[in-house]
């Protein structure tokens, strides 16, 4: 099994993919690790629990088997660059460097956002950057009369306290707007 990413899910993915007895489990990473974002403690733990780690590998073809699951990753070597506008060295691929890689499951663990078939199939519902709903913070009405919204859909990638806030605090319009129409 393979996690591609290098953030704290990518870590947190790794770990339970251990503690579900898969077979082999490695982190894809197309940088260093000393360009990895997620916390150096969170990494050495998923060591510890037997997580491997192959860095600078960028996957480029998931590759299905004859029973149409994935089966192999395609993946290519990289190696660093200039920095970037941020800082950080630029991985560049290697020539002629692929290699196969098998895995029955792939997890991408590279940020998340929302799905944006919601905001380009519902009239009404104002989204901006990345598909994030538009909602009022105090109340998370939306631009669509009726509707709230709340969590990550709303702020982007966040903390549960933050989504469960915004819940209590929609709820309580909710129920305001249900009282007054
Ligand atoms: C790997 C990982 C680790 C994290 N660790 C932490 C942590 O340690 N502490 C912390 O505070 N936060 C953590 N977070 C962030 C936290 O999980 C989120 O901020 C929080 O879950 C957001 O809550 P939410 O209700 O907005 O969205 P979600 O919890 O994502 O809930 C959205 C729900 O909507 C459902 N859904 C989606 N589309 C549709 C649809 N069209 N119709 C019906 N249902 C739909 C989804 O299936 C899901 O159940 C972590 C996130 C990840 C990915």
């Known amino acids: 099994m393979a996690v591609i990413g290098g953030g704290d ?32 403690k969170d990494r ?3 060591r510890e629990e037997g997580a491997q780690y192959q860095f600078l590998t960028q996957p480029v073809r998931f590759i299905a088997g004859e029973d149409g ?8 070597r990289m190696e660093l660059g200039e ?10 691929p290697i020539a002629d460097s692929n290699f196969i890689l098998e895995a029955d499951t792939a997890v991408l663990a590279l940020g998340y956002w929302p799905d944006p078939i919601i905001g380009e199939t519902t009239p009404e519902l104002k989204t901006h950057k990345y598909g994030l709903i538009v909602a009022d913070p105090e109340t998370g009405a939306t631009s669509r009369p009726g509707v709230f919204a709340g969590g990550d859909d709303v702020t982007g ?18 129920h305001r707007f249900l009282q007054n129409n």
């Open 9 to 40: 899910t990518a870590s947190d993915c790794l770990r339970t993919a251990v503690r579900l007895d898969t077979e082999e489990v490695s982190c894809l990473y197309r940088r260093t690790e000393n360009e990895m974002p997620g916390s150096k």
């Open 44 to 46: 050495g733990l998923a």
């Open 69 to 76: 699951r994935l089966a192999q990753i395609e993946c290519i």
């Open 83 to 92: 920095p970037d506008a941020k800082g950080r060295r630029r991985p560049v």
């Open 157 to 174: 990638p966040d903390l549960v306290v933050t989504a469960t806030a915004a819940g209590r605090r929609s709820a309580a319009a909710i």
